[in-house]
């Protein structure tokens, strides 16, 4: 399989694959509830979909950065080896709108030393996303 490079380099796409334990209540979460677009979506040995997510970026953390950014989002250690970032409008609302489609609050929406307006919230299956609105400069 070729990839056709993209206009940031040599890679035209980044997939983030999740193995999820509830299809179902998964697609709903991320389709239904975030308004995710559904790309592509199949249903042969076992189902799966792509659903897009706007302009895709791999961030790399230190051990030290992902703890201090735990620390400022939710007050405490609780990331893993991975999380979410998905920027939003407001990422107050959306953090509700997922938590009533069964996601789970890490912690509420505070605001960031570099002006992000940031939610941590679970899906379903455990995974963080932290949900990040830009505020106007003062």
Do not use: K
Not at 37 to 50: L, M
Not at 66 to 92: H, K, M, N, T
Not at 122 to 129: F, H, I, K, S, W
């Amino acid at each position: 399989m070729t990839t056709t490079p993209g206009p940031s380099g040599p890679v035209g796409e980044l997939r983030l694959a999740l193995t999820v334990a509830d299809f179902d209540a998964a697609v709903v979460f991320y389709r239904d509830a975030l308004g995710l677009p559904e790309e592509e979506s199949w249903d042969h040995n076992g189902r799966g979909i792509v659903l897009g997510a706007g302009r895709a970026t791999l961030e790399l953390l230190s051990e030290e950065h992902a703890a201090y950014l735990d620390q400022v989002e939710v007050g405490r250690p609780v990331g893993g080896a991975f999380r979410i970032a998905l920027r939003v409008a407001d990422s107050v609302a959306t953090a509700q709108t997922l938590e009533r489609a069964g996601g789970t609050r890490v912690a509420p929406a505070t605001v960031t030393p570099w002006r992000h307006r940031n939610a941590r919230v679970a899906d379903p299956g455990g995974v963080q996303l932290t949900l990040f609105s830009e505020l106007p400069a003062d």
